[in-house]
C-alpha cells in the first residue's frame, strides 16, 4: 500500500500522550535510541505528528528562538518512507516558520544534507546556529553533553524584505 492509497493526517502535538508518540516515533526510526535522552517539548515549539490511516507514520518539530526556529525530529517510519511524506512534513514546518514571522531556520544533519539542501539550505557553522538559538531545547542538550561538536548545521534564510537580502 502507497501514501496514495492512505488517509494522511497531518496534527498539531498538544498533549503529553501526543510526547510519547514522538518519543516511540523518534526510537523507531534510530534519531535516538535512549528515551530518557529526548528532549521534545512543547513548550517554545511546535510539533505535529502525520497519521497513516490513525497511525503514527512521521514527525517533525519547530524549536522557537526570537526570530529564527530550529528543525528538529524529523522522522518517517521506513516503511513509508519515499513517497513524500518527509517533504510534506520539511514543507509544513518551513511554512509555519514563515508565516511565524522567522527570519531564519535551522537544522542539525550529518547525514541529510541532501535532502535539507532541496529546501535551499545550506551548510553554516555549528556556532552560528548555537548564537541564533541558544535557550533551545536541543542546543541545550547538545551543549551539555557534548554532542554538538560533532554536528553539521544548516540555515534556510526566510522572510527577508527587499533590499535586505544581504544582511539576512
Known amino acids: 500500500m502507497t501514501l496514495t492509497d492512505m488517509h494522511v493526517k497531518l496534527r498539531q502535538a498538544t498533549t503529553g500522550a501526543d510526547l510519547d508518540t514522538l518519543r ?3 526510537l523507531a526510526v534510530g534519531l535516538s535510541s535512549d528515551r530518557g535522552t529526548i528532549t521534545v517539548t512543547l513548550d517554545g515549539s511546535t510539533y ?3 497519521e497513516l490511516d490513525g497511525v503514527p507514520g ?3 518539530g519547530l524549536e522557537h528562538g526570537e526570530d529564527a526556529s530550529l528543525i528538529r525530529s ?3 517510519v521506513p516503511g513509508a518512507r519515499g513517497q513524500g511524506l518527509g517533504r510534506a512534513l520539511a514543507e ?3 511554512t509555519y516558520a514563515t508565516l511565524r514571522g522567522d527570519r531564519a531556520v535551522y537544522l542539525f544533519s550529518t547525514d541529510a544534507g541532501p535532502f535539507w539542501q532541496s529546501f535551499g539550505f545550506e551548510e553554516v557553522p555549528v556556532a552560528e546556529l548555537a548564537a541564533a538559538l541558544p535557550h533551545t531545547p536541543q542546543v ?4 551539555q553533553r557534548g554532542w554538538i561538536k560533532n554536528e553539521v548545521a544548516w540555515k534556510r534564510t526566510l522572510n527577508v524584505p527587499a533590499g535586505e537580502a544581504g544582511r539576512a
Open 24 to 26: 516511540d516515533l523518534i
Open 48 to 50: 505535529w505528528i502525520a
Open 58 to 60: 512521521g514527525c517533525i
Open 74 to 76: 524529523t522522522a518517517v
Open 92 to 94: 509544513s514546518a518551513l
Open 140 to 143: 541545550l542538550s547538545g551543549l
